[in-house]
């Protein structure tokens, strides 16, 4: 059973950098999937913010291309998220998933961590 | 970008009752589209991929149909656990993938 954790701080001051980091057990960051971040600010849906494979491929919401770099240490089967320049609207519960290789649907998630901007 | 929309924002149902959630595309999808279901304080869990294949250990009561731009969420006989909220996701034009807004199912 795939399990992902995240970490990370809980709170971000208004222009800094958010970064978290996604922990992969249970299977092999290595195998055909793609590791993905989603994020859901209080009370609203959900947004696929990106994702990343083993090879090091990324693909990136274009609405957050500008501000976002996921990377993956593979010595340590986990990935990363960092988003920069952020305001008080990036403040969300980020969750980390998997989506297997061509399918496109998350078959496992996170449980989730919050975000707050704010100084 | 392909954008999700879902209707109802609410659906007050009463245990026992069937509950009919919508899902429409911008574009056509094809039966590229999964389900979702997200209960407060959880992260959402895999109902149904490829518009009407359920996943995993997800009972029969819940069924997906429909292709293209126009797709529906049965559930048909509510459980006390199955008041949630649903997301539709379209994988079809991906990346991005992209999500409805979602549809809460309350008790009625």
């Known amino acids: 059973q ?15 950098t958010l970064s978290l980091t996604c922990a992969v057990s249970g299977g092999s960051i290595s195998s055909s999937n793609w590791w993905s971040w989603v994020r859901q600010p209080p009370g609203k849906g959900l947004e696929w913010i990106g994702e990343i494979y083993h090879s090091g491929s990324t693909n ?35 969750y980390c998933a998997r989506v297997k290789w061509s399918s496109g649907w998350v078959d496992y998630w996170g449980q989730g961590t919050l975000v707050t901007v704010s100084s | 970008e392909i954008v999700m929309m879902q209707s109802p924002a609410t659906l007050s ?3 026992g009752e069937r509950a009919t959630l919508s899902c429409r595309a911008s574009q056509s999808v094809n039966s590229n589209l999964a389900w ?12 149904i991929y490829g518009a009407s294949t359920r996943a995993t250990g997800i009972p ?22 199955d008041f949630a909220i649903y997301y539709c996701q379209q994988y079809n034009n991906w990346p991005p993938l992209t999500f409805g807004g979602g549809t809460k ?3 009625k």
């Open chain 2, 60 to 81: 029969a009561r819940f069924g997906g149909s429909g292709s293209g731009t126009e797709f529906t969420l049965t559930i048909s006989s509510l459980q006390s656990e």
């Open chain 2, 36 to 47: 979702y279901q997200q209960k407060p304080g959880q992260a959402p869990r895999l109902l």
């Open chain 1, 60 to 94: 990136y919401n274009p609405s957050l291309k500008s501000r976002v770099t996921i990377s993956v240490d593979k010595s340590k089967s986990q990935f990363s998220l960092k988003l920069s320049s952020v305001t008080a609207a990036d403040t969300a519960v980020y």
């Open chain 1, 2 to 16: 795939v399990q992902l954790q995240e970490s990370g701080p809980g709170l971000v001051k208004p222009s800094g």
């Open chain 2, 13 to 15: 149902v009463s245990p």
């Open chain 2, 105 to 107: 199912v309350e008790i």
